[in-house]
Nanobody
């Protein structure tokens, strides 16, 4: 089964940027892929999704700030996050759309001054 490894998180000040990566252990070209996040005390939510053919959707709360992309040759999905806000603080995960693979460990994003 395909394993997912999330990376790229960290501590950033409001207005800053981070680029997350999700490396899959196997081919993902046939899957729609998404980035999800889970803040403390909240349910996991979908942030952005990219279909196998490239169609992209964003949650309203990240539109204009986040950009999802994928490199099928590297089995990797990316999330470029700009203009970060404290409310973006969460653990970020990638998975398929819908999420059918085992969740990776996630990567912590903390936005704080």
């Amino acid at each position: 089964q395909v394993q997912l490894v999330d990376s790229g998180g960290g501590l950033v000040q409001p207005g800053g940027s981070l680029r997350l990566s999700c490396a899959a252990s196997g081919s993902i070209f046939a899957y729609g892929m998404g980035w999800y996040r889970q803040a403390p005390g909240k349910q996991r939510e979908l942030v952005a999704g990219i279909a196998g053919h490239g169609r992209i959707n964003y949650a309203d709360f990240v539109k204009g700030r986040f950009t999802i992309s994928r490199d099928n040759s590297k089995n990797t999905v990316y999330l470029q996050m700009n203009s970060l806000k404290p409310e973006d603080t969460a653990v970020y995960y990638c998975n398929t759309l819908p999420a059918i693979l085992p969740w990776g460990q996630g990567t912590q994003v903390t936005v704080s001054s």
